[in-house]
């Protein structure tokens, strides 16, 4: 009944917390074992699936304040740590740390302090590498990366440098 009214599939076994908002329910899957906290925030077409048919825990569990993307699928026994993001059509298979996001196909974390960091210092380059990220798998984008890594890497040893000297 539930299915045919939403266009979601959600176990009747799943722990659901309070304020679980799914935007467009249709296509979302919800399985038998999944924990999902308080605040935790659902586009359309999520599975919260499992990896195998063994008794006990085999779905993921969501900590509070956690956003996933519309059709990523989050797959197996793991934890998405409170405050993460999932981006939209990502595959999850492996634990995400609080706060942190995990995008692409399989997904990679990318924690925010990196993020924040990076742009920082492409901004100071006067570069933008607009629709970019750092964990696509694309080889132009990863050197583009490692270049802006080691840019701000040698500022901050020309940085101390100058301080040494500066110093007498």
Not at 38 to 46: A, E, S, T
Not at 89 to 97: D, T
Not at 123 to 151: C, E, T
């Amino acid at each position: 009944w539930a299915h045919g009214r939403t266009g979601m599939d959600l176990h009747p076994g799943a722990k659901i917390g309070s304020h679980f908002f799914v935007d467009h329910c249709t296509g979302t899957v919800v399985g038998e074992t999944a924990v999902i906290g308080n605040h935790v925030k659902m586009y359309h077409g999520v599975t919260l699936g499992g990896t195998s048919w063994n008794q006990g825990k085999r779905h993921p569990t969501l900590a509070r304040g956690v956003v996933i993307g519309a059709g990523a699928k989050i797959l197996g026994p793991i934890v998405i740590g409170e405050g993460a993001k999932i981006g939209s059509n990502a595959v999850v298979v492996r634990a995400v740390p609080p706060g942190a996001t995990a995008v692409g196909i399989p997904a990679r974390i990318v924690t925010a302090d990196e993020a924040e960091r990076r742009e920082d210092h492409a901004v100071k380059l006067g570069f933008s590498a607009y629709a970019i990220a750092a964990d696509m798998n694309d080889p132009v984008v990863q050197a583009i990366h490692r270049l802006i890594d080691h840019a701000a890497l040698t500022d901050a040893r020309v940085e101390a440098l100058i301080a040494r000297l500066q110093q007498g």
